[in-house]
Structure formats: C-alpha cells, structure tokens
C-alpha cells in the first residue's frame, strides 16, 4: 500500500500542497484530479522523491526508497524517450535500470507491441515512429517490468479513443495482480471507469476524497432526468427546481436545490400516468470537478 | 570526430608536399661562368638548389620572367680579383650568402699565391688560422632541450584534450537537462549511480579515442621510418626522442588521465547547472576557462619552474595536472611530492564526483530560465 501523509511542499511563497493525505492500497486505482497547477505532477514528484517535502510518504509501510525503485513503474506527463535507439533498446534499457536482465524482457516485447498494437518492429527507431506510437512504446517501457506501484501522469492524453481502451485494458490488468496504481488525469470519464478511489486537489489542498460513489452522493442526488411534453419554461416553475437543461427532443436535466422535491415533481409530472423517463441521480464527476473549480472562482 | 585529426594530418602532408613540389624549382638559382673550371669546381663543392641546366645569363634572366628561378650568381675570374654578382627577385638568404663568400674566399686564395709564387712552406705559414672551440656537455645540451619539448608537447596535450573533451562532456549532459527521460531514469536508479555511469561512459569513450590516437601515432611513425631523411633525423637524435617519450609515458600520463577525469566531472556540472537542453553550447564555457587559466599560467614558468606559485599549484586539483607533470620533467619533485600531489588530486575527484552526484537530480530535473550561476546557488538551498 502506498501511504501518504500530511505531505506540503512549498516553492517560493506558492504553496504547492498543503497537508495532503490518501491511501492507495494494492490492487486498486486511485485517481487524482484537479486543475493544471492544482499539484497533482508535485504530489507524483514527492512519491519519487525528485522533491524534499514535508510529511510521510510510506510504501509498504517503509519510507519509499532506491530499493523500491525496480518495483516502480512511472510514466511521467510529457513523453520522451531515447530517439537514436530501436524500440528493442529503448525497452531493454529502460528494463534493465528497473532490474530486469535483457534475456528476460527481449522474449516478451513483440507481444507487448502487439497488445499495445505498436505500428513498427522491434527494430523500428522510435524518431521513425509516430507519436502515438512512441507513446505506446513509452507505455509498454512504464509497465513491462510488472510493477508493484504505477504512477501515470496523464496516460491518456494524446490517445484515440482505441488507443485508451487498450492503455485502459493493461491499466486493469495490473490491478488484478495487485499493483497500487495512481494516475492524474483531465477526462472524467476515463477516471470513472477506472478508479476505485478518487482525490481532487485545488492550489494544492484536498476538496474531494473517497470511492466515487461516496464523492458522488456527497452532493446529495441533485440532478433529475425526465423525458416529458412540459416546456423548459413549465418545468422551471416547479417547487425545487433551480436551473433546467435542455437536452434536446423533450429530454431535460432538471438541477435541484433540494434533492428532497423529487417525488413531488414526480406526481406533478406524471399525474398517475406513464412517463418515459424520470431519473434523480447526484452530479456526474464532470460536473463535480466543474462545481468545485467554479467554487475557486466565487 | 575520430578520424578528424588523422584526416588533417594526411590533408597537410599532402598539400605539403605538392606545394613543395610545385615551388622547389622557383627557389633555385643558377650559377653562370665564362670560366668553365670555376663554374665547375662551384658546382662540385655546393649542387643543392642550383639549377644546372642553366648556363647563360639570357636562360636565367627568362627563366626568372617566367618565376621558374629565384635568380642567378654570375662569377667572373678575368682580372686579379674574383667577381660575384647575384641577380635575383629578393636578397641572397645568408645560408647561400656564407655559402658563395667562402667559395670566392678559397678560389681567391688560391688565385692570389699562384700569382705570388709563394713556396709551399710559405703557402702554409699564411694558410694559419686562429681556433675557436665551444666546448658543450652533450648530456645537459640534450637534457635541456628534452625538458623543453617535453614540456611543451605535455602541456600542449593536456590543453588540446581537456578542451576538447570537456565540451563533448558538458554538452552531453546539458543535452538531457529537463528531458522527461531524466525522470524516468531517476524514478528506475540514484542519480549518484547515473552520474558515475554516466562520467564512466564518457570517460570510456576519450580513452578508446585517445588509444586510438595512439595507435594511429605509432603506425604514423612506423610509415615515416620508411623514409631514409626521417629515419636518419630521428636515429640522429635518438637520446632525444627517448627522453621526450619517457617524460610523457610516465607518472604524467596518470596525471594527463586524471586531469581529464576531473575535468570531465566538472563540466557534467556545468552541463546540469546550464537553464535548458538548447543552452549546452554555453555549458562547457566555465571549464574552458579554467582549462585556459591552467595553459596560460603554466607557460610563462616553462624557465622557472622553481616558482613558488608552481609548487603551490602542483598541489591544487585542476592545475596540478598542468604543474606537477612540468615539476617531474624538471625534476624539481621528489617522489613523496608527487604522491602527496596525486592523494590531494584523488581525494577531490572521489569528494567532487560524490558532492555532484549528490546535486544531480535535482539539477537535471530543473527547468527554469535561471541562469548557470544562479542554478549553483539554488542547487545548495533545499528545494
């Protein structure tokens, strides 16, 4: 399990992260969300120690340290890797830095570059490759070695929808052996379908914690699908209801002020007769993270 | 890179020798006699650049127009005394000028007691000289000019190899400065261990250059016996050859490797304290200068190496890899010196490389507009 702890960090007078604390234990995801700045790639750099911060950062309930280093695997926000060498050496190299002799790892790289669907050989120069394919190579780089901890900034970014599907497949598999895995990302969707924990930083404070479905109910089940004939205006005159979306051909998201008015939209809307659909649900992630960064600029 | 060198070194001898081929018939003169025993006997005592083809002064005033003579001596033994007259685009140089005075001289003498009709006795009491004798002792004349080439072929080499090696050394490193490899590489091992990996590369790389270089000298010199003038200049010249090549494969060529050790180290420093990769062309500038420095003060001590200020930096790392090699040439440090010289020059390489590594990481993950000095600065504050 990794362990952080009341961890701060300073650069100048800017406070990078500020008393932050979190779990992730084996064999579960933990994704960490927030703004560009909101300190998630200083949080990743304290975990590495690229950074002296203030806290505790514990893995495997010893102080994280070069011994740990082989059991890591990290994937760092902007992607590069060695240009002059193939594909075979760039993976060898990085394999063998992790501990993993070269005899070990060469038998298992085409099958990395054909799960991954890399476009090139072992023998390919990764300046020969395109950038999505370096990507994929960088990936299989982050996780050939089975590590036990995997920290990936931003993994998705840059990746076609296919391309996520696979990175999200490999990202799940080495769930299921039991590695801790942390990862920033921008997309929500991608952090729900993957994460079994969350934390949301802003100017380096925690604003969110816990499952999704804990950080969901939070804000209370405040959102109501219902497919209905009233007009946007009608629907905005009912008791409890603070703003309507439109979702288009009688579709709309009634956004609530009190979570508690929804079954007394329910009998007004359907009068004891069928409806189509009526669905009260709390905020999507999305919304979550766009609420919480709006509360910054109140 | 390698080749470089070898290339220009063929591409000199080459130019070398057509240019000497194309000009050696200019620079000739010819000799031009009505006497055909005075012409004679000139040519058989002196035949190195003349041109004796040449044998009227209508032939050499052309040939000179066309730039294919330097000019000509015409020697006139008509009268009682002898005449030389030399035409030419310049001055007689004083080698040739020696040369044709003491020609005349002899001819002259001889002309003068046939028409004295000295006896031979009398021919001899006249032919009395004074003597004027140097005597030298050939093993310190010797000695001398070995401790000068010595010096002068070391310090020069220290020079030219730190300074090339140093900004090969430094731009390698700047050239990952703030790359994301870096993390990658500092998330898989120390950076300790990556810098001394990464010292140890380059350093495996100057020394197949330099055995390269070697190897490239001794088949050099190998071709060069082959010619009868080289052989005999250097079979002439053995004691000397000798005790230039003992003065540079000895205790100084563990200094040379040194130096070039400590100098590597200290421009990767510089190479991680440099803002971004695209600035390690500035990298390697504060180890040139210090190379500089070392070159520029050794050369004014090459006579006085006694100095105080020589024995105090054969002592001090970085330039007692210039200093204490000119000390052992002049033979002016004892044996506990040199020890004590290279403990000192050790211990800083072992300290330094620990103190860099220590730094590395945090310098190489930096990337900041901040200047090469304000990095030192930051790199001893806690981040």
Redesign the interface.
């Known amino acids: 399990m990794l362990s952080i702890q009341h961890i701060s960090k300073e ?1 100048g007078s800017v406070k990078a992260l500020n008393d932050v604390s979190f779990d992730v234990p084996n064999g579960q995801i933990m994704g960490l969300i927030g703004q560009n700045g909101a300190g998630k790639s200083t949080t990743f ?1 304290s975990i ?1 120690n ?3 911060y203030g806290g505790s950062i514990q893995w495997q309930g010893h102080t994280l340290s ?1 011994s740990d ?2 059991h ?1 695997g ?1 994937l ?7 240009t002059k060498l193939t594909i075979e050496q760039q993976i060898i190299y ?1 394999a063998r ?2 501990g993993q002799p070269a005899k070990v790892i060469r038998p298992q790289i085409d099958d990395w570059l054909e799960r991954f669907a890399v476009k090139g050989t072992r023998k390919s120069k990764i300046n020969d490759l395109s950038k999505g394919n370096q990507q994929k190579v960088q990936l299989i ?1 982050t996780l050939i070695h089975q590590p036990d901890l995997l ?1 990936l900034d931003e993994p998705f970014s840059g990746l076609d929808p296919v391309n996520a599907d696979l990175l999200k497949q490999a990202v799940l598999a080495a769930r299921d052996r039991g590695a801790a895995i942390i990862f920033s990302s921008h997309d929500m969707e991608h952090v729900t379908a993957l994460c079994d924990q969350l934390v949301m930083l802003r100017k380096g404070d925690v604003v969110l914690h816990g499952t999704l479905d804990d950080v969901r109910d939070q804000f209370g089940k405040t959102e109501l699908f219902v497919t209905t004939d009233w007009t946007a205006e009608q629907l905005q005159t009912l008791s409890g209801v603070g703003s309507v979306t439109d979702r288009h051909n009688r579709r709309y998201v009634l956004h609530l002020t009190d979570a508690n008015a929804g079954p007394a939209i329910f009998d007004t809307l359907t009068q004891g007769h069928y409806i189509e659909e009526f669905s009260q649900q709390p905020p999507t992630l999305d919304e979550i993270f766009r609420l919480k960064v709006g509360e910054d600029h109140v | 890179m390698i080749l470089g060198p070898f290339l220009l070194i063929a591409l000199t001898v080459g130019i070398s020798y057509v240019s000497a081929n194309s000009s050696s018939s200019s620079r000739q003169v010819a000799v031009i006699s009505d006497s055909v025993v005075l012409r004679k006997s000139y040519l058989q005592q002196h035949n190195s650049g003349i041109n004796t083809k040449i044998t009227t002064t209508t032939k050499a005033k052309k040939a000179m127009k066309a730039n294919h003579l330097a000019g000509y001596l015409t020697l006139d033994a008509s009268g009682s005394q002898l005449h030389g007259d030399y035409h030419g685009s310049t001055a007689m140089d004083n080698g040739f000028k020696a040369q044709v005075q003491n020609f005349l001289m002899q001819y002259q003498q001889l002309k003068n007691y046939q028409t004295a009709k000295l006896t031979p006795k009398q021919q001899r009491a006249l032919a009395q000289t004074p003597v004027l004798k140097q005597h030298i002792s050939a093993k310190t004349g010797t000695s001398n000019l070995v401790k000068t080439l010595s010096f002068w072929v070391l310090i020069t080499m220290i020079y030219i190899i730190l300074i090339t090696y140093s900004s090969i050394a430094a731009q390698e490193i700047a050239s990952d400065k703030g790359t994301k490899i870096m993390e990658i590489i500092f998330s898989s091992t120390t950076a300790t261990s990556y810098f001394i990996g990464k010292i140890t590369g380059i350093l495996l790389v100057i020394v197949t250059q330099i055995v390269i270089y070697i190897c490239g000298g001794w088949l050099g010199y190998t071709i060069a016996m082959q010619n009868s003038g080289i052989k005999k200049l250097v079979l002439a010249n053995q004691s000397l050859v000798k005790g230039v090549f003992h003065n540079l494969f000895n205790l100084n060529l563990l200094y040379v490797l040194l130096g070039v050790v400590i100098y590597t180290i200290l421009a990767a420093y510089s190479g991680a304290l440099v803002a971004k990769a695209e600035d390690a062309s500035k990298a390697a500038q504060p180890v040139v200068m210090l190379s500089m420095a070392g070159f520029f003060i050794a050369l004014p001590f090459q006579n006085n190496l006694d100095a105080v200020l020589v024995k105090i930096l054969s002592y001090v790392p970085f330039f007692s890899s210039y200093f204490m090699p000119m000390r052992i040439i002049n033979g002016t440090a004892g044996l506990g010196e040199q020890i004590g010289s290279l403990v000192i020059l050790l211990a800083a390489i072992g300290l330094f490389a620990l103190y860099i590594g220590r730094r590395y990481q945090r310098l190489m993950l930096q990337t900041d507009s901040k200047n090469i000095w304000q990095h030192l600065i930051h790199s001893h504050r806690r981040s």
């Open positions: 650069f750099h590495l690229f950074i002296d070069a280093f082989d890591i990290y760092p926000e902007e992607r590069s890797l060695m990085l830095l992790k780089c920290i």
